[in-house]
């Protein structure tokens, strides 16, 4: 028989940043968006003082953050991208066969495995994830993915692991498991199921008008029906190749140097040449945009420019020249720029690539960007760059509260003392 796990982190942005600030674990947590402008992610102990409205702005909240001694920080993607990426790792040695839903949830499945005792495979799940990582995860384990959603919810409130197998165990939980929390039912899929009298899954799953159920909630709502019903619609998903990939931020202050914009443009390009390369692919196209900030009352200016490449590339180099020669054509003198970005399309495998028969060298820089990330993945992000990108960014993002990139560069690695 085939079984589903579901495991997700809990409160991991907020779990990534107590992991080395221990000081923090039995206190309020909250993590702040870009530039420190609103809170994105709260623990329990936040929740529990009124704090969880997501995007609540951050300068309205700092009474009640000096009220109840919240723990506060600025978000730190890079530090949540290699945590995240441990605790994938370590999935994979419970199933071979996983899904990756997000940058804290994933899909197991197990098959060949009715003679394992779920509760206790669940707790090594745990138990292995807190160890090596420090990361609390809930586990929970079922015959579908819909009801594994599920399932998991009920482990968050049970001491981090739910079993539901059999059929009354699964009932037991459904008759008071509310349809709007059903995973794949959103508020107005509910609020056409209370019309029908649907308040829990348990009524869902026993509702026989199927054909209505299917012209409410199209094919989607019937798949999640069937998955209630413990039948097996939604299988594991692979991870498909991006057909774009690409960088923006939101400046720190008001930019109006195109010197300046030049620089962020170059840093983007960076980033998104270094995905493109991690996913070994290639790109044939790309756009550069930069805008004003549309939430105030000043001159409003939106660019947008697009370039092609004769051949796929990724190349930093490459990518930084096309930027900047989209920013001649689209930048203005005088507004109050706010954000900035590049997007790479046209992304195919590097394998697939078709190479311009009169380009004199199609190699791309190749060794030159192989050495630059070797040293950057050594020695820490940015230990080389482009001299595009500038030294001292006063365009950057504001975070005042980032932690250090404690597991991506040397520099920043953690001291104890001992």
């Not at 609103?38 to 953050?65: H, N, S, W, Y």
């Not at 370039?307 to 109050?336: C, N, V």
């Not at 190479?355 to 080389?384: C, W």
């Not at 932690?403 to 920043?412: A, L």
Request: net charge positive; proline share 3%.
């Amino acid at each position: 028989m085939r079984y589903f796990c579901l495991v997700d982190c809990n409160s991991f942005y907020c779990s990534c940043e107590r992991v080395f600030h221990p000081e923090t674990r039995n206190r309020p947590v909250i993590v702040l968006s870009n530039n420190d402008g609103c809170a994105i992610a709260f623990t329990k102990e936040a929740k529990a003082v009124g704090f969880g409205q997501m995007c609540e702005p951050f300068f309205q909240l700092k009474d009640r953050i000096k009220k109840y001694n919240v723990a506060v920080f600025s978000s730190n993607y890079t530090l949540y991208d290699s945590m995240s990426k441990r605790v994938m790792d370590i999935l994979r040695e419970f199933s071979p066969d996983m899904e990756i839903y997000s940058v804290d949830e994933a899909f197991l499945q197990f098959e060949g495995f009715d003679h394992y005792d779920f509760m206790e495979y669940g707790q090594k799940i745990r138990k292995d994830i807190l160890v090596k990582t420090g990361i609390p995860v809930g586990v929970g384990i079922s015959i579908t993915k819909v009801l594994s959603k599920i399932a998991n919810k009920m482990a968050k409130k049970n001491k981090g692991v739910w079993v539901m197998i059999n059929q009354q165990d699964i009932d037991d939980v459904l008759k008071t498991f509310p349809v709007k929390d059903i995973w794949g039912i959103g508020s107005r899929s509910a609020a056409k199921l209370n019309m029908l009298g649907i308040k829990t899954a348990y009524e869902f799953k026993l509702y026989k008008d199927e054909g209505l159920i299917q012209k409410l909630l199209t094919k989607t709502g019937r798949q999640v029906q069937e998955e209630l019903r413990g039948v097996s619609c939604l299988a594991l998903e692979e991870a498909e190749d991006k057909k774009n990939t690409g960088t923006s931020r939101s400046f720190g202050v008001n930019v109006y140097d195109k010197k300046q914009l030049q620089e962020a443009l170059a840093h983007f390009s960076t980033h998104a040449a270094l995905k493109l390369r991690r996913q070994n692919s290639v790109c044939y196209s790309m756009q550069a945009f930069i805008y004003t900030n549309p939430f105030q009352e000043v001159p409003q200016y939106y660019g947008q420019g697009r370039a092609t490449f004769s051949s796929g590339t990724s190349d930093t180099l490459k990518i930084i020249t096309a930027a900047h020669q989209i920013l001649d054509e689209i930048y203005r003198p005088g507004f109050a720029y706010k954000k900035a970005g590049v997007l790479l399309n046209h992304i195919v495998p590097k394998g697939q690539n078709q190479l311009d028969l009169f380009t004199p060298d199609p190699s791309d820089n190749e060794q030159l960007n192989q050495v630059m990330d070797l040293i950057n993945r050594k020695y820490g992000a940015h230990t080389i760059k482009s001299a595009a990108c500038g030294i001292h960014n006063d365009w950057k993002t504001i975070a005042d509260y980032k932690t250090q990139h404690y597991t991506t560069s040397w520099k920043d690695l953690l001291k104890v003392k001992i």
